[in-house]
């Protein structure tokens, strides 16, 4: 899955990262600080019930973590990540394992520095 500009200002990114880990739910989220562009951004996982109550928990996660203008970069139900450049490129990916969300998320980012900033799975 590729971003293209329109989605760059997902992954615009922030503060540094403090890890959030969804527990075992149908749906999962990740969401990312889009104030600054960082390589560790801040961001949030969030699970829920429902897709809405994932997306509310990720951005309550991300603000924690400090972020600053936290964004929902995905939705999922099985497994999600998002991937920076840390120079504005940014990628997510959603997919039955970790690591083809990994993947997908890497090949969206384009940039020769992108890395793996977030991951998780409701079940694998």
Avoid: H, R
């Avoid at 969206?108 to 079940?123: I, Q, R």
Wanted: with cysteine; aromatic share 8%; proline share 2%.
């Amino acid at each position: 899955m590729f971003l293209k500009s329109a989605f760059l200002g997902f992954f615009l990114i922030g503060a540094a990262s403090v890890p959030a880990v969804a527990e075992s739910y149908k749906w999962g989220a990740l969401a990312l600080d889009t104030a600054k562009v960082e390589k560790q951004p801040a961001y949030g996982v969030g699970g829920g019930d429902d897709e809405k109550e994932a997306s509310d928990n990720a951005m309550k996660f991300c603000k924690d973590a400090g972020g600053a203008q936290c964004t929902v970069a995905t939705t999922y139900e099985q497994c999600g990540a998002i991937a920076v450049s840390g120079k504005g490129e940014g990628g997510w990916g959603k997919a039955p394992t970790k690591k083809d969300a990994e993947s997908q998320a890497l090949q969206g980012c384009k940039g020769d520095s992108c890395s793996v900033v977030a991951s998780d799975c409701n079940a694998e």
